[in-house]
């Protein structure tokens, strides 16, 4: 079983970057499918970002295509968001997910296909 630590969250201005962070435990990610979903209050949660188990394969959600970008470091057992030029309604939780895979080049998009959550970091852009 993987466990999933998110970090990097905080209040950041529109237009400003953060960095997310996923470290993993328990097993090592080359294992696994990876993927950032978000959940605003009220809402239902959504995909942000997927890869496939080597990071060569990516997809997002097609309000975040250019803005954000996901990868990973199997040897470091890492994930990353990198998200920029953050907009007000890019405010929710952010929560790293792990799916066991072991096909290169093929993605998970949806949540309902991912078996391992983290706890989610708080991402707030203000306007």
């Known amino acids: 079983q993987v466990h999933l630590v998110e970090s990097g969250g905080g209040l950041v201005q529109a237009g400003g970057s953060l960095r997310l962070v996923c470290e993993a435990s328990?097993?090592?990610?080359?294992?696994?499918?990876m993927g950032w979903f978000r959940q605003a209050p009220g809402k239902e949660r959504e995909t942000v970002a997927t890869t496939d188990i080597q990071g060569q394969l990516t997809h997002y959600k097609d309000a975040n295509q250019g803005r954000f970008t996901i990868s990973r470091d199997n040897a470091k057992n890492t994930v990353y968001l990198q998200m920029n030029n953050l907009k007000p309604e890019d405010t929710a939780v952010y929560f790293c997910?792990?799916?066991?895979?072991?096909?290169?080049?093929?993605?998970?998009?949806?949540?309902?296909?991912?078996?391992?959550w983290g706890q989610g970091t708080q991402v707030t852009v203000s306007s």
């Open positions: 328990g097993q090592t990610l080359s294992g696994y499918a």
């Open positions: 997910a792990a799916r066991s895979a072991s096909t290169p080049r093929f993605l998970y998009r949806e949540s309902r296909s991912y078996d391992y």
